[in-house]
């Protein structure tokens, strides 16, 4: 039996559009003002500390921040001082009700049984926690942030690395046998199999790449004994 279900958010969990033509886009344009106005908050200092570090220019003035963090989205970076500013800047669009977290309509049902079976539900997503926990509090459905036990990020490390899915599994206490991960990205699902996880395709729509990995088209098809 799994003793817990990791899944990953964007393709998998949630359209990979909402991501790239709503949250992205958000977060590209509300950057250089925002990042004026709270340049002197120590979580927003810190990132922009790691940016200029990253970037190899620890003169960058915030404008300079903003046109560097900008270049990153577009490469679609996953560096985390990115993550954790697109994060804070979603804070208000959510809030303000511009956009709810989109989920497939298969993903809160399917969650809802398999805590009811017992096992326990994380995110490991390359969104910041903070933003996971936005997104998941604000969704289509209202706030789901009672059925996870725990949200992973970039802090672990990335998740084509294996490593990564090692550190998770010792934060849980748990063997790679007793987890499922869950992702459309065949990378990360090799990455979490090589750390012992068991591993399931998300495929959401067609001709998407596969591997090796069991193919699921939506989280409805995923039985976590067997029988169902
Ligand atoms: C918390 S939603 C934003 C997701 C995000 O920023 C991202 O880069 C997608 O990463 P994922 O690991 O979920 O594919
Ligand atoms: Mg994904």
Redesign the pocket.
Known sequence: MIRAVIT????TTSSIAF?HDI?FPHAYKALPEWLEAHADEPAVADCMDEVRADAGAPEATTGDVAGILRSWMDE?R?ATPL?SL??MIWETGYRQGEFTGHLYRDVVRQLERWKQQGAALYIY???SVY??KL?FGHSDEGDLTPLFSGYFDTAVGG?RDAESYRVILDELGLHGSDVLFLSD?VEELDAAQNAGLRTCQVCRSEGMVTGTHPVVSGFDEVSLDGND
Do not use: F, P, R, T
Not at 8 to 11: A, K, P
């Open positions: 990953d958010i964007e393709g991501v949250l679609d996953k993550k697109q994060g997503s390359s969104g933003a996971q997104m998740k990205v």
